[in-house]
T-cell receptor, first 119, second 113 residues
């Protein structure tokens, strides 16, 4: 089974600064999807960004971008110009493309990183 | 508007009782999933279903049961065999045709009293 590791339980950033959240994963598959989800205090899961493994270009969504290093199995999230509303739990997730995969199409999540944004 | 509805938002259970958490979607999604969330543990997969009348165990299925009689519905029963059921439960759905299109419900907080 694929494992997803987020080595930073907590991170802190000042408003308007940049922060990078780390994520590594383990897989023997060559094609897959990677995601970053945000969970604010409301606990609603919000998709931040998605990356297809076959695409070499790093995904970008406004202030959010990823550094996808396929060979190193690393998928970090960079948040630029941090805002108070960015404070939340951030989860990295892996999705297989194989329906026969042990977890089917389910997302495998890391344990999360709690991001604190200070004024 | 399409989405996933989980109910109830809060649920209290006495020890030894079975309880059922509801999850309904009107997105015409093929697959549905149940996750459990505990502090410091992330989201762990309990059960998933890729088509109607079929479901598979996830990583922590012991003490739980599900059914998928309709495409729209995927209820989760927390049985008395579940030793530590107090947790936040999230339901999600996705379409096989759009790998990025996961939709999550707003969750149910289950507390054993």
């Amino acid at each position: 089974a694929q494992t997803v590791t987020q080595s930073q339980p907590e991170m802190s950033v000042q408003e308007a600064e940049t922060v990078t959240l780390s994520c590594t994963y383990d897989t023997s598959e060559s094609d897959y999807y990677l995601f970053w989800y945000k969970q604010p205090p409301s606990r609603q899961m919000i998709l931040v960004i998605r990356q297809e493994a076959y695409k070499q270009q790093n995904a970008t969504e406004n202030r959010f971008s990823v550094n996808f290093q396929k060979a190193a199995k690393s998928f970090s999230l960079k948040i630029s110009d941090s805002q108070l509303g960015d404070a939340a739990m951030y989860f990295c997730a892996y999705r297989s493309l194989l329906r026969s995969n042990r977890s089917g199409y389910a997302l495998n999540f890391g344990k999360g990183t709690s991001l604190l944004v200070t004024p | 508007d399409g989405g996933i509805t989980q109910s109830p938002k809060y649920l209290f259970r006495k020890e030894g009782q079975n309880v059922t958490l509801s999850c309904e979607q009107n997105l015409n999604h093929d697959a549905m999933y149940w996750y459990r969330q505990d502090p410091g543990q992330g989201l762990r997969l309990i059960y998933y279903s890729q088509i109607v009348n079929d479901f598979q165990k996830g990583d922590i299925a012991e003490g739980y049961s599900v059914s998928r009689e309709k495409k729209e519905s995927f209820p989760l029963t927390v049985t008395s065999a579940q030793k530590n059921p107090t947790a936040f439960y999230l339901c999600a759905s996705s379409s096989h045709g759009t790998p990025g299109g996961y939709t999550f419900g707003s969750g149910t907080r289950l507390t054993v009293v």
